[in-house]
């Protein structure tokens, strides 16, 4: 009997589970779930060693969980169980195995390495016998990629179902596995995502269930929808959602305590839908430009989502209220609540910014409340929530969206009253808001055009940390739409001196939304708005640029924090300050190191991120 795993004096497990082998990152070996993969909500699965025993044959390869099938009108799915059993043979094994003895290849098996366990799987060709899906790109019976892929890339952004290692168990119903499966189905290319389309919407429209499930169906489905850039069909699929979820009352306290939710992870799940609906409304009508706000009027008494980590390991502590989050402001010592808590927080003041900006008069104090708003909540974060990356690198998805959402509504509130012209190629006002009428200021155009301006490199600085936008929540692809925007509406009244920073961002913005167009059409319409504006902006600037780029000089005098230095503006926009520039080698400054644009330090109370 070989000897048994034992962990390292080092502290380090000889054993490491795809995921973390997958990036790279230490594991600690728990099973059946590691740490990390606890704290992500992401399938732990493990491959047994081949060390020291003689290397078995593709065909008779052990896979390491044991699958759950549901079959949904001739696709057959299966999700996996975190539980691991090397010893066990699954059933697609045991096929494997009796068709290799026998000498003959199953039609519809393939062969997955180790290092291939956790990634998509297809076949092409004619090789997929019933299971096909279109004439190409056939998707293998034993294959669980889809709902694989929709608790990888889009559960963490939208976090309504249960946890990824009870999805099986679970069991929903055909037409909420369908939207998942039409979700999941975006992440792969060669995915006939229409198709998967049809059939949930057919599915959705003719299915006379009235429940919870339902409404997370197609609540689901419209942010779908929404990320594909059809709007009129995410407004329909939302306001069926919310119609329904209203006349179940699953706005009342009492609904997650009622026998639609069977267990406390279920009561989680009915508490973060409601919420969640409260804030797709308030995102969607950014771009709807719609102003009900049925979610927004109801008193909220549903209490407050959870951390993710507990909801994950099925350990839901008793739920707080809104209104203990609100006394929060007057406790001695930091009160800490869940991150969805904050997100939630956020999203009411973006709304308020929404309803002030569409108002024809307003009180200047009324404005002044917004602006306060943006600024407490900030304020009064905890500690722990001021990042937004752990020790690990483990993104916290629902802290990133509360801060890029702060940002947003920032940017929408102090952008129509700045001096700051829109530099879209073509009239459309989807990503850069239009004033309506004269709108009440409280500071002079001036500092408005500063603090959108800040509030865009804040956008710009988190997204750098966390780049990967197709793993973020769609809502954000407005935001760094407008992001890329005002750099660009701010680098033709700074100076030269600071173009390549205001250029980086833009360049930035860009390529995340390039990346993310693969996935969704709304990506794609951002990216060629800001694209065509930016060629229309940038062009001349970097010809320039790039005709003598060793010719910048930088001034031998610099004070850090030192006045600001005039520019060619007529608008008199803040110039650049030389932070620190002159502890550089005066023979590697010029050439390498650009002027920094301003020092924004007095209109942000976020705290520079700590790359040291």
């Known amino acids: 009997m070989p000897p048994k795993r034992v962990t390292k004096e080092n502290g380090l497990a000889s054993l490491a589970c795809t995921e973390c082998r997958k990036q790279h990152l230490k594991c600690d070996a728990n099973k059946p779930t590691c740490s990390r993969c606890l704290h992500n909500g992401l399938l732990c699965q493990y491959i047994p060693s081949r060390r020291g025993g003689r290397r078995k044959t593709r065909s008779s390869s052990v896979y390491p969980q044991t699958p759950v099938s549901n079959n949904i009108d001739g696709i057959q799915n299966t999700y996996h169980s975190t539980a691991t059993i090397p010893q066990m043979h699954t059933p697609a094994q045991t096929m494997s195995d009796n068709a290799s003895s026998q000498g003959v290849a199953h039609p519809n098996l393939i062969d997955i390495s180790a290092d291939q366990l956790s990634q998509p799987v297809m076949l092409t060709g ?14 293998v019976s034993q294959d669980d990629r889809l709902p694989r892929l929709y608790y990888e890339n889009f559960h963490a952004a939208h976090p309504i179902l249960v946890p990824s290692n009870l999805y099986g168990d679970r069991n929903y119903p055909k037409y909420l596995q369908l939207v998942v499966n039409f979700i999941g189905s975006h992440y792969i290319q060669s995915s006939p995502s229409q198709q998967y389309k049809e059939r949930v919407a057919a599915e959705l429209t003719s299915n006379p269930d009235q429940s919870s499930s339902m409404v997370q169906a197609w609540l689901l489905y419209s942010i779908a929808l929404y990320a594909r850039g059809e709007f009129q069909e995410a407004q329909d699929a939302f306001t069926r959602s919310v119609d329904l979820a209203l006349q179940l009352g699953m706005h009342r306290w009492t609904f997650a305590s009622s026998p639609q939710a069977e267990s406390p992870i279920e009561a ?81 003041i973006l709304c308020r910014v929404l309803v002030l900006n569409r108002l024809r008069d307003c009180h200047r104090d009324h404005l002044q409340a917004v602006e306060n708003a943006l600024v407490s909540w900030i304020n009064h974060l905890p500690s722990g929530k001021l990042e937004i990356v752990d020790s690990y690198g483990n993104v916290d998805e629902m802290m990133f969206q509360a801060h890029l959402t702060i940002s947003y509504a920032a940017m929408l509130l102090h952008l129509p009253r700045s001096d700051l012209q829109p530099v879209l190629s073509q009239p459309d006002d989807r990503f850069w808001p239009a004033a309506s009428g004269q709108l009440s200021s409280t500071f002079t155009r001036f500092v408005h055009s500063i603090k959108a301006t800040e509030a865009s490199r804040r956008v710009s600085d988190s997204i750098s940390v966390c780049p990967n936008v197709q793993k973020h929540t769609p809502f954000i692809i407005p935001a760094l739409a407008l992001c890329g925007m005002i750099q660009l509406a701010i680098s033709t009244n700074h100076s030269e001196d600071c173009f390549d920073h205001h250029c980086n961002r833009v360049t930035l913005i860009l390529g995340c939304l390039k990346s993310t167009k693969r996935t969704w059409g709304l990506a794609e319409s951002a990216f060629h708005c800001l694209r065509s504006s930016s060629a229309d902006v940038l062009s001349c600037s970097i010809e320039k640029w790039n005709a003598e780029p060793l010719s910048r000089l930088i001034p031998s005098e610099s004070t850090p924090n030192g006045p600001e230095r005039p520019t060619h503006s007529s608008r008199g926009m803040m110039g650049g300050l030389l932070e620190g520039q002159d502890m550089l080698p005066p023979e590697l400054a010029p050439p390498f190191i650009d002027p920094t644009c301003y020092n924004a330090s007095f209109f942000s109370v976020v705290p520079d991120f700590d790359i040291n």
């Open 126 to 139: 004619n090789g997929a016998g019933q299971n096909s899906v279109g004439q190409t790109g056939a998707f």
């Open 268 to 348: 989680e799940s009915m508490r973060r839908t409601w919420w969640e609906l409260y804030v797709t409304e308030i995102f969607m009508a950014i771009l709807l430009k719609t102003t009900s706000f049925r979610c927004s009027t109801v008193p909220p008494e549903v209490a407050l989502p959870c951390e993710e980590s507990a909801y994950t390991c099925g350990d839901v502590p008793k739920p707080r209220s809104m209104l203990e989050f609100k006394r929060r402001i007057f406790a001695a010592e930091d009160d800490i609540f869940s991150s969805f808590s904050y997100r939630i927080e956020a999203t009411m």
